[in-house]
């Protein structure tokens, strides 16, 4: 057998794996968990809940947002604390004019003043808007970015899924905004190798294998924040969501995460460059800053999702029929295990087979991310660069 055909043989090997052995990553039935519906499943006493939106120059998208969050139908106490992270574009000013419109729950707008050193500007804000939060003592915490919308019913079904099933920290992936031709492309193939890299069954599971959660939306109980101290046992942290979910964890909380049926992120991304940018800033300390394995990354990334389409086109044009028979399997699979994301972002089924082209994509961001980390810029967000921030820690 010639070499492509060898290669093309490992990747359909990998494909088989992959389809059977990594907690069937794709599929998309990981919703909130059962019983969240159920007014049977409703705690009698609904729980104090303290809303944290961090938000630095947000002003475009907060019309859509806020709104969502103030007018949530809930029976218990709650209220929304929006830590304005030194906004230069009226943030704070229109959080408050929102408010006076919409009415609803009760809005306090805080600002923290510029990151202490060792803290990256997220977390510095949630750090604010928690102590503030805890001074109120709720029970739980729910933990959204500034541009994520909630359905009036969200915040009722994550205290119901938490109180129900016992959880420390309820997650959901806020279903990002598809709606340009590179969000098409590129969005839905994000949640995908995130939930191949994190599959949530494993994060699920009575014996968890994997742990993580999705920053855009995250339900905590206060008092599992206090066991696992963060946000300062993170404040490092540029993959916040994922570390926040291990520092949990560590502390003995139970968790969940899931894809979002009521929670979406009203986030434009319309351009490729937007994208790049969004995917860049971490992608390299997901990797935790290490060049061996990110060589293993661009390896298996080439292995697994470009040689197929390479060992078709060999097969085709030069006559190598065992590299065009595995590779059109393993190019087969890719595509089928795709199809559940697409169908879950309402998109047309004939972007599966496209994937191996995004991968590619996602391959030059990750190389990109890294040259930016070697040089210096590290995680570059919203005026701020964190030349070298720390990975998510891994245990």
Not at 213 to 224: I, M, N, P, S
Request: charge should be positive; include cysteine.
């Amino acid at each position: 057998m010639s070499a492509i055909a060898w290669i093309a043989t490992g990747s359909l090997a990998a494909w088989g794996w992959l389809l059977l052995g990594q907690g069937f990553f794709w599929r998309t039935d990981q919703r909130l968990p059962p019983n969240a519906a159920h007014a049977r499943a409703e705690p009698r006493n609904w729980p104090r809940v303290a809303v944290v939106v961090p938000a630095r120059d947000e002003a475009e998208v907060l019309p859509l947002s806020l709104p969502s969050l103030l007018t949530q139908d809930y029976p218990g106490d709650a209220e929304v604390l929006l830590v304005d992270d030194n906004s230069t574009d009226g943030t704070g000013k229109l959080a408050r004019e929102l408010a006076g419109r919409y009415g609803g729950l009760p809005l306090t707008v805080v600002t923290p003043g510029e990151p202490a050193a060792g803290w990256t500007g997220k977390l510095w804000a949630l750090r604010h808007g928690t102590a503030l939060a805890r001074a109120r003592e709720p029970e739980f915490l729910l933990l959204t970015d500034a541009d994520i919308a909630h359905e009036p019913d969200s915040l009722r079904l994550l205290v119901t899924s938490a109180t129900a099933n016992g959880l420390d920290l309820v997650s959901q992936m806020a279903r990002l905004r598809v709606a340009s031709g590179w969000e098409r492309l590129v969005v839905p193939a994000f949640v995908y190798f995130f939930a191949q890299l994190y599959p949530f069954r494993w994060i699920n599971g009575r014996r968890p294998r994997a742990t993580a959660a999705a920053g855009g939306c995250v339900l905590l109980r206060t008092e599992a924040a206090e066991r696992a101290r963060v946000p300062e046992a993170i404040r490092q942290a540029v993959i916040d969501d994922v570390s926040l979910a291990r520092a949990v964890r560590r502390a003995g909380g139970r968790i969940w995460l899931g894809l979002a049926e009521r929670v979406d992120s009203v986030r434009p991304y319309p351009r490729l460059a937007d994208l790049w940018r969004m995917v860049s800033r971490s992608a390299y300390a997901q990797l935790r800053h290490n060049p061996v394995v990110l060589a293993g990354t661009v390896a298996g990334l080439a292995v697994v999702y470009l040689a197929p389409p390479v060992a078709v086109a060999a097969g085709a044009f030069a006559g190598d029929a065992v590299a065009g028979a595995a590779g059109g399997l393993a190019w087969a699979v890719m595509a089928g295990t795709y199809l559940p994301m697409l169908r879950y972002y309402r998109q047309p089924l004939w972007l599966a087979p496209t994937l191996p082209f995004t991968a590619l994509l996602y391959l030059l961001m990750t190389v990109d991310s890294a040259v930016r980390h070697y040089r210096g810029r590290g995680a570059a967000w919203k005026g701020r660069v964190y030349a070298r921030p720390e990975a998510a820690p891994d245990r």
